[in-house]
Antibody, heavy 118, light 111 residues
Framework: EVQLVESGGGLVQPGGSLRLSCVASGFTFSTYEMNWVRQAPGKGLEWVSYISSSGSTKDYADSVKGRFTISRDNAKNSLYLQMDSLRAEDTALYYC???????????WGQGTLVTVSS | QSALTQPRSVSGSPGQSVTISCTGSSDDVGAYNLVSWYQQHPGKAPKLMIYDVSKWPSGVPDRFSGSKSGNTASLTISGLQAEDEADYYCCSHAGSYTHWVFGGGTKLTVL
């Protein structure tokens, strides 16, 4: 079964840091592009970051550029999101998602909740 | 990076058809045939329903169909069923740096 499982969320103070992880199983992780997508409570989906299959290309939404860093370890079938200088507006459920052929995200993980509050 | 524009809500009766629009620009929807649609039920992760504007992933019924004209993509759901009631999101490729942009989401109510 193709599966993604996120972890690492939690409560953090403004200005703090968190590192999210996403472990993949059921497919050849190293051949797929991956993304992080977030959803603030009661709000819509927002693309956060992209990484190519090799890890050589990375893109970020303007809202997180310079503060978040995406990375992957293909040997460990794992995707990461290092989040620094966190703000209240970063509070959201963070999903990792595999790119499905040319467009589309499938599957999605169950999400990990990040809450930024003092 | 402006979000794509979707109607906040649409509704229809069982058996009817509804169409959800997704309007972008010549930098995203109009530039690439890389539009996807997602269904999200409360408390659940999004589910891919359409990719590459009009293609179906395995397991998605053909009651769901996608199309695009200019800077606007559309998702049509025919033969509405109660279980189709959910939030729907469109997404488009937006170039090398922005990469992907989502619509604001549309709540579908089955009357």
């Amino acid at each position: 079964e193709v599966q993604l499982v996120e972890s690492g969320g939690g409560l953090v103070q403004p200005g703090g840091s968190l590192r999210l992880s996403c472990v993949a199983s059921g497919f050849t992780f190293s051949t797929y592009e991956m993304n992080w997508v977030r959803q603030a409570p009661g709000k819509g989906l927002e693309w956060v970051s992209y990484i190519s299959s090799s890890g050589s290309t990375k893109d970020y939404a303007d809202s997180v550029k310079g503060r978040f860093t995406i990375s992957r370890d293909n040997a460990k079938n794992s995707l990461y999101l290092q989040m620094d200088s966190l703000r209240a507006e970063d509070t959201a459920l963070y999903y990792c998602a595999r790119e499905y052929t040319t467009s589309g995200f499938d599957p999605w993980g169950q999400g990990t909740l990040v809450t930024v509050s003092s | 990076q402006s979000a794509l524009t979707q109607p906040r809500s649409v509704s229809g009766s069982p058996g009817q058809s509804v169409t959800i629009s997704c309007t972008g620009s010549s930098d995203d929807v109009g530039a690439y045939n890389l539009v996807s649609w997602y269904q999200q039920h409360p408390g659940k992760a999004p589910k891919l329903m359409i990719y590459d504007v009009s293609k179906w992933p395995s397991g998605v019924p053909d009651r769901f169909s996608g199309s695009k004209s200019g800077n606007t993509a559309s998702l049509t759901i025919s033969g509405l069923q109660a279980e189709d009631e959910a939030d729907y999101y469109c997404c488009s490729h937006a170039g090398s740096y922005t990469h992907w942009v989502f619509g604001g989401g549309t709540k579908l109510t089955v009357l």
